[in-house]
């Protein structure tokens, strides 16, 4: 079983559109991330949710909107997408937010393609 | 502010060993972690340092020197499957992971 599972792993459309990437963790955390990684391959939080409340809300623009139905599930809205937007965008998980070790379960990425 | 250093690439034979070196500056200090990230497949856990010294794991180990704000990822024996990127993170006093761009190790037979 897939312990944190993102659809769709490939995405391509077109600047303007709307687009929505979900993410499911069957780990039993407590919080969940979004992080977006460039082509210079630097990993950047986004949006982190502990419990079903936005712990940390970094500089995104605001057509990023993270929504948490419950804690197994953070997904993610994209509005109005732009040229910049293309990245690989990753889910996460951590048992709780002041983890001792911290560590963190990723799902696979979503690539995100904008045209 | 924040930072992460890592060298962007290193190359090795099959069969050696590297050290993947890592200084980080960052608000406070809960820890060091390494991360390994196969090209397009998501990061992976390594290990994780809060106090000074080595932690061996197999094949792989970790040192950390709270002192010099520096951290080395140790890998011996090193196999094909070793090529990867390796990713050094420092979680601050709110408990944020920071990250380095990652050091991109070729390995060649």
């Given at each position: 079983d897939t312990a944190v599972s993102q659809t769709p792993k490939y995405l391509v459309t077109q600047m303007g559109n709307d687009k929505s990437i979900k993410c499911e963790q069957n780990?039993?955390?407590?919080t969940m991330y979004w992080y977006k990684q460039d082509s210079k391959k630097f990993l950047k939080i986004m949006f982190s949710y502990n419990n079903k409340e936005l712990i940390i809300n970094e500089t995104?623009?605001?057509?990023f909107s993270p929504k948490s139905p419950d804690k197994a599930h953070l997904n993610l809205h994209i509005n109005?997408?732009?040229?910049?937007?293309s990245a690989v965008y990753f889910c996460a998980s951590s048992?709780?937010?002041?983890?001792?070790?911290g560590e963190l379960f990723f799902g696979e990425g979503s690539r995100l393609t904008v045209l | 502010g924040q930072n992460i250093d890592q060298p962007t690439e290193m190359t090795a034979t099959e069969g050696a060993i590297v050290q993947i070196n890592c200084t980080y500056q960052t608000s406070g200090f809960n820890g060091l972690f390494w991360y390994q990230q196969h090209a397009g497949e998501a990061p992976t856990f390594l290990s994780y340092n809060v106090l000074d010294g080595l932690e061996e794991k197999g094949r792989f180990s970790s040192f950390l020197s709270r002192s010099k704000g520096y951290s080395y990822l140790l890998l011996k024996?090193?196999?094909?499957?070793?090529s990867a990127s390796y990713l050094c993170a420092s979680l601050d006093s709110n408990y944020q992971l920071i990250w380095g761009a990652g050091t991109k190790l070729i390995i060649k037979p």
């Open positions: 780990l039993g955390h407590d995104v623009p605001n057509r109005s997408l732009e040229l910049g937007d048992r709780t937010l002041r983890e001792t070790t | 024996e090193l196999q094909m499957k070793d």
